[in-house]
Structure formats: structure tokens, C-alpha cells
């Protein structure tokens, strides 16, 4: 491949970029949609091809594992071969396969496991129960959060002072026998993976000579979003004889909640010194209008480095803004939209409906469902981490590894086999007081056990000998296939009746399709069946396995950095909710909610509409809520609104009227509940409730500054808005 098909198309600026020489480390600092990815890719297949770099010298850090598939197809097309064997990937992917390659040198087995979340809080919960920690002043998820935080930074319990603080103190006290137990039975959660491969070429110099001379050139999208010690592990990497090329945008960063430090952008000109910064400036992504409004939101935000964005592509539609009154009428209009496009020709995965929380998902499956809309939810519970799918995962651990006893917890009793806590309990016993692991600790006390507990158990380890006897010689979509049915489990989720539409035995199918596809040699390091258990597990840390097909995208707007879909429907456009309630008394943390709404809003390339609902149902509380101040922030000239036709249905919202700009709502200026009202003191207001009617009518209204107030109507002078 030849230079001008590798510069075919790119700006200046991005040919500046793609060309540069490796003299100086490199930031490409720009907005949205600007072509930092584009520009990462081309680099790599330039240094390739026109400088002759092997592509064995490069490192290649991604921001999800879908966006590391796309790189590997996009350079193996641009380079025309495939290119299996590339360090490129997530950071936690990278660190894992450093950790495979060196896990003697990490004190670590072979068969090291990878915790996710969830796994994570089902052993700190069990360890401070066998502890006698106080789940009720000592909350689970706080204290698995407060680890977790400590991890990201690089700290160990030692290194903590807690000074007074009782909640750290135990917080450490956690931590430490947290750590131990990980120890001694070999995991590795999501945060060590970094700290420990961190670790492991901070203290081994040959090592970490070897990989500092290896790497002639470390790449890194999205380094805004990197976290102190992802940071440090860049900086250990980097010497004066390779090149770290970063490219990112610090109005994207939106991880600061698990430790990404919008800083490092910023402090990257210092520490990597001598560097060479190039702002991107042209957006290829969206239409004017959108851009226009991105622009102006983010403007809000202080401390920002700063840059102009352009496009000529031309103004566009502008950007609907619909008022529903109900999170059900939000998904109504959003859904018969998407209809409305699909009619017009627009294929489903075109279409993306974004949301601040995955709880707010619901609404919009249901009417997908109903209407037969084709979609797939990204994040939220992902393939890997849905029960039955742990539940299958984890028999093919103890299969390939009898040791794994977190594997052994979670399946010893599932399906049910009449083995009860009691008996669980003593295998653990056992375990702890014989240094050793519940499946030996299983085999050595079945004869010791009352008849009845002793069967079941014994039935269990005969399963599993078994299942991995017959096993042996099958490949690894065969394997799983054979589990899934001699375990119980297909039998199990068949008859599964809270599962109605069956998708728990089709997701165990699904699973045996994705072993099918699994691709060992990028994960050549381990064997296949590990290789898959692991990608399994690293896949839960991010992204899904999103299959490609034709369907409408849901996904928080977290999952969303990086894409881009030509339809955008950003939802829940509600105080409280976007921004969420706890950001409003932190100003960095209404800062990021706003870096996530410019991220959010940068993804439409055509059409984007906004909708928040007057009115809405979460979390168990009905609740009525105020139109995020993110619009207040857009300019009108941008914004087209529509509110909601009284007795309005999905139907009669596919005929063209409601699609009209500001239809008045049928009994407009009449007083309801849930309609806005402005008083000229007070300002805008929701009304929450009234009696009588007509002037004498008195109301109850609930105003974004004033508070909640009652007032009668003829002395109120109240507009209805
Ligand atoms: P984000 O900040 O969202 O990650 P980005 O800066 O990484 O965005 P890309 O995803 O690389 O931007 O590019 C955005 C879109 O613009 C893509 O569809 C890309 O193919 C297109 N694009 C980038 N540069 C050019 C160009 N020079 N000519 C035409 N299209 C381009
Ligand atoms: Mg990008």
C-alpha cells in the first residue's frame, strides 16, 4: 500500500498528524467527531508500511474491546493481512495479556482468574460477613467502591492513612483481607490487572527494558479518559528513544467517577516533554446545527484547553426537542420517530436512543417490543455478565480447572441438587483450616458427611470429572454445547418460568455461537479455553459482544463515546436525571455531566432529537421533574420543540401533524397536573396538584427556585407554558 492511499482524504492537519516524525511525542488535541480516531488508525498503517515499523513495535491502547475489533479490521484492510498477533486493545486487555505472558514474575499461576464486579461484591460481601462487619453501617458497595478507588490510584492498604475516619478504617481493614484472599486463591480483579502489570515492569527493569525497547511507538485514543495508574504505566513505557502519540479530548472526559483524571490531558504537554501538540479543527461527523449546539453547551464549563470546531456540511435540521409527560409517552414518540425513519428507508441500526441510566432502558423495550421494532441494548447487563451465562462459564472453569473456587461457589448448588448451605459451609471450613481449594476440600470430607449431603455432593464432583473426561478431545463451541446440557442448565432455563420469552436458553445458545467465532491466536498467550474464559470476563469490563445486526442501538451515553449513528435520540433530558442529582452541589461533577452531554448530543451525524418527560416513573417513585438546564444552555436558533398532543397515541404521532413545531396541546391554559406555569415572581413552575376550579381554584405548584407553594389562581396570574 502506498503513501497516497494512507493520506487519501485526510485534512492538513491529519496529514500532519498521520507524517509526523518520531523525533517528539505527539498530542492530537480535538473536538468531536474531527478524525482523532481516523487519524490513529492511518498512523499506524503509515509507520507500517512507509517507515518500515514492525508491527510487533506497537502498542496500541483503545478505549473498548469494540473499538480495538474495529481497529484490528480496519488495519488489516488498510494493510491488506491480517494482523492477529498486534498489541492492541483496552488497557485492563493489555495488562491481562501481560500478566499471561509474565505470571511467574507477577507471583501468579497459571490459571490466575479475573474477577468482575460482580464477583467482586459477592466475595467482599461474604469475607466481611465471616468477619463481623456491619453490612448495615458498612455498605457492600461502599466499601467494594472504596477499594476500588484506592486501586485505581495505585494504593495498597499500607499506604493509607485513615487518620479518625472509622468508615476508612474499616474500608482498609476490608481491603486487607480482601487482598489476601485474592491472594491465596489467585485473582485478579479489574483494577489489579493494571496495578499489578504496572507493578510488574515498575520492579523488573529487564522486563521493562524489554518492552521500552519493543515499543517504538505507544498509541492512545481517548486520553482523557485515562486514570492515574494507566497514566504511570504510559510514562513507564515511554523513553527517549520511542514515541507516545496520544490523541483526545478533554470535553470528553467522562470516567472522573472511576478515577479518570481529566488532568492528565493536560499535565501530558509537561510530562512527556519534548512534545509536539496538533488541534484538529474540521468535524466530518455532524450536520451544523448539531455541531452549533454541542459547541455552545460545552462552552459552559470552565478550565476547558479549548479549540473551534467546524463543519461544512451544511446546517441541517434542526434539532427536535420533544416534552412528554410521561417517561411512556417519551418512549412512544421515540419509538414511532425511529418508525417514521424506518418507513422513509433508514435501517435500524442507523438509529440510537441514548440515555443518562440504564434503568430508563425499560420503557423503550417495551414499546420496541411492541411495535417489532428490532433493537439490542448495549452495556446494562451485557452478554457476559447475565447470569446464565456466568452460570455456563463457570462450569467450563472448574472443567478446565478444579482449583477455581469461585467458580465452584456459584455452581455447586445450580441447578439445585439438594446441596445445602450447611454443607457448603463445611467444604469451606475445610478449605480454609487446610490451605486448600473447595473442590479437594469437596472430595476429602464427602465421606464424612450425613448420607443424604453426602450424595449430592458426590453427585456434583462426579459431574464435573465427568463432563471434563467426556470433554477432552471435543473443541471449544462443542465443549460448551456438552456443559450446558449435561450440567442442567438448558434443562434448567427451558423450564424456567419467570423467563417467558425464552431468551435465557437462547443466550446459552448464543453462547456456544460465540465460542464458535472465538479467535484464539490474539489470545495465544493461554490455551483456548482460558483464552475465551478471559475474554469473557474482560468483555464485562466495558463493552458487549454487540452483534452487528440490523437493529436499533440503546446504550447509556458512557457506552456510547466514540460512535456515531446518523439518528440520535438523547432521552431524559431531566433535572435530576440529566444532570443526575448528585452532580448539583459539585461543580466538577456538573462539568462532567455536561462533558457527557456534549458526548451525547457529538454522536449525531444527520438528526438528533432531545426529549425529557414532565412526569417519570424510576427506581420505584413517580416523580415530576424540570427540563434539564443542558437545554436552557442550547440556543434556540438550534432547537425545534414539540410538545405532546394531549390523547396522543404511537399511531396518531406517525401522522405528520405532531410532528408540527409547537403544536398547543389540547386544553392549553387549562390548569392539569403536570403542565408548566410561569409566575412573574416565582418564575417556571410544575403544577402538582389543585382543588375547585376556575379563579377561585387554588394550586399547588412546585417552582424551580421558590420552592413549593400554594396559590390561588385569580391573584396568581399565572401563564400556562
Ligand atoms: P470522537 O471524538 O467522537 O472519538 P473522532 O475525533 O475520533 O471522534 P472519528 O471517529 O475518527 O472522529 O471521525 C468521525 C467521522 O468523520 C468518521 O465517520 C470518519 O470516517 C469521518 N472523517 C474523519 N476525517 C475525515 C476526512 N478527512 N474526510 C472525510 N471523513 C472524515
Ligand atoms: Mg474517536
Not at 481516523?38 to 499506524?44: N, S, Y
Not at 502498542?59 to 480495538?68: E, S
Request: hydrophobic letters at 35%; charged letters at 25%; glycine letters at 6%.
Amino acid at each position: 500500500m502506498n503513501l497516497s492511499e494512507i493520506i487519501e482524504g485526510l485534512n492538513d492537519k491529519q496529514h500532519q498528524s498521520v507524517t509526523l516524525d518520531d523525533q517528539k511525542n505527539a498530542l492530537i488535541l480535538a473536538g468531536a467527531g474531527s478524525g482523532k480516531t481516523r487519524v490513529l488508525t492511518h498512523r499506524i498503517a503509515y509507520l507500517v508500511t512507509q517507515k518500515n515499523i514492525h508491527i510487533d513495535a506497537i502498542l496500541a491502547v483503545t478505549f473498548t474491546n469494540k473499538a480495538a475489533k474495529e481497529m484490528r479490521e480496519r488495519l488489516s484492510m488498510l494493510l491488506r493481512r491480517p494482523i492477529m498477533s498486534m498489541w492492541v486493545g483496552t488497557f485492563h486487555g493489555l495488562a491481562h495479556r501481560l500478566l499471561r505472558t509474565h505470571y511467574v514474575q507477577a507471583n501468579l499461576t497459571q490459571q490466575f482468574q479475573i474477577l468482575d464486579q460482580q464477583d467482586q461484591f459477592r466475595i467482599i460481601k461474604r469475607l466481611m460477613k465471616e468477619n463481623n462487619i456491619d453490612e448495615a453501617k458498612f455498605p457492600v458497595r461502599k466499601i467494594q467502591w472504596f477499594i476500588n478507588q484506592q486501586k485505581d490510584e495505585g494504593i495498597h492498604p499500607a499506604d493509607i492513612d485513615a487518620g479518625y475516619n472509622y468508615f476508612i478504617k474499616q474500608g482498609i481493614k476490608v481491603f486487607e483481607i480482601y487482598e489476601d484472599h485474592c491472594k491465596a486463591n489467585d485473582l485478579i480483579d479489574f483494577a489489579e490487572l493494571l496495578v499489578r502489570s504496572y507493578e510488574l515492569l515498575k520492579n523488573n527493569v529487564e522486563l521493562l527494558s524489554h518492552y521500552q525497547n519493543r515499543f517504538k511507538h505507544i498509541l492512545v485514543d481517548e486520553f482523557q479518559d485515562t486514570n492515574t495508574v494507566q497514566y504511570q504505566w504510559i510514562k513507564l513505557l515511554s523513553t527517549n528513544d520511542n514515541q507516545v502519540f496520544c490523541v483526545g479530548d478533554d470535553d470528553q472526559s467522562i470516567y472522573g467517577w472511576r478515577g479518570a483524571k481529566i488532568e492528565n490531558i493536560q499535565k501530558l504537554e509537561i510530562d512527556f516533554n519534548p512534545i509536539q501538540t496538533i488541534r484538529l479543527e474540521q468535524n466530518y461527523r455532524s450536520t451544523g446545527n448539531i455541531l452549533g449546539a454541542s459547541n455552545a453547551l460545552i462552552a459552559n464549563n470552565s478550565n476547558r484547553l479549548g479549540k473551534s470546531l467546524w463543519t461544512d456540511s451544511g446546517a441541517g435540521d434542526p434539532i427536535d426537542v420533544f416534552e412528554a409527560r410521561t417517561e411512556t409517552d417519551e418512549a412512544d414518540f421515540v419509538v414511532s420517530s425511529i418508525q417514521k425513519l424506518l418507513d422513509e428507508g433508514a435501517s435500524p441500526n442507523e438509529c440510537a436512543i441514548l440515555y443518562r441510566s440504564n434503568a430508563q432502558s425499560r420503557a423503550f423495550e417495551e414499546r420496541l417490543i411492541k411495535y417489532n421494532v428490532p433493537y439490542i441494548i448495549y452495556g446494562g447487563l451485557r452478554f457476559f455478565e447475565r447470569s446464565e451465562i456466568k452460570d455456563a462459564l463457570c462450569y467450563l472453569r472448574l472443567m478446565e480447572n478444579t482449583e477455581d473456587s469461585v467458580a465452584f461457589e456459584r455452581v455447586v448448588n445450580f441447578p439445585t441438587r439438594g446441596i445445602g448451605n450447611a454443607t457448603v459451609e463445611k467444604v469451606r471450613e475445610f478449605a480454609t483450616n487446610n490451605h486448600t481449594n473447595l473442590f479437594q476440600a469437596a472430595i476429602t470430607i464427602v465421606p464424612t458427611l450425613p448420607t443424604r449431603a453426602s450424595n449430592a455432593l458426590s453427585g456434583f464432583i462426579q459431574l464435573i470429572e465427568q463432563m471434563s473426561d467426556d470433554a477432552k478431545h471435543l473443541d471449544l463451541s462443542e465443549k460448551v454445547a456438552l456443559l450446558i446440557k449435561e450440567s442442567g442448565l438448558i434443562h434448567h432455563y427451558s423450564n424456567d418460568k419467570t423467563d417467558k420469552a425464552g431468551s435465557k436458553k437462547e443466550n446459552l445458545e448464543e453462547l456456544i455461537a460465540a465460542a464458535k467465532q472465538y479467535n484464539h491466536e490474539q489470545d495465544s498467550e493461554m490455551n483456548e479455553v482460558m483464552g475465551f474464559i478471559s475474554l469473557a470476563s474482560l468483555d464485562s469490563s466495558g463493552d458487549t459482544s454487540a452483534p452487528e445486526h440490523q437493529n436499533v442501538q440503546l446504550m447509556t451515553i458512557h457506552s456510547a463515546k466514540g460512535l456515531e449513528f446518523p439518528y440520535v435520540f438523547l432521552t431524559g433530558m431531566e433535572e435530576d436525571l440529566f444532570p443526575s442529582r448528585q452532580s448539583k452541589d459539585e461543580p466538577h461533577l456538573m462539568d462532567e455531566e455536561r462533558r457527557l452531554c456534549y458526548v451525547g448530543m457529538t454522536r449525531a451525524m444527520k438528526k438528533l432529537t432531545l426529549s425529557f418527560a414532565i412526569k417519570r416513573f424510576l427506581h420505584g417513585q413517580s416523580l415530576y421533574a424540570y427540563p434539564s438546564r443542558f437545554l436552557d444552555e442550547i440556543p434556540s436558533e438550534y432547537l425545534n420543540s414539540i410538545k405532546q398532543k394531549f390523547g396522543a397515541t404511537a399511531q396518531n404521532y406517525k401522522d405528520d401533524d405532531i410532528f408540527n413545531q409547537d403544536i398547543e396541546p389540547e386544553g392549553q391554559g387549562q390548569l392539569s397536573i403536570g403542565v408548566t406555569v410561569k409566575h412573574a415572581k416565582f418564575g417556571f413552575g410544575t403544577v402538582l396538584n389543585f382543588e375547585g376550579d376556575g379563579d377561585s381554584a387554588r394550586i399547588q405548584i412546585k417552582f424551580k427556585k421558590a420552592g413549593t407553594k400554594w396559590l390561588i389562581s385569580s391573584y396568581a396570574n399565572l401563564e400556562f407554558v
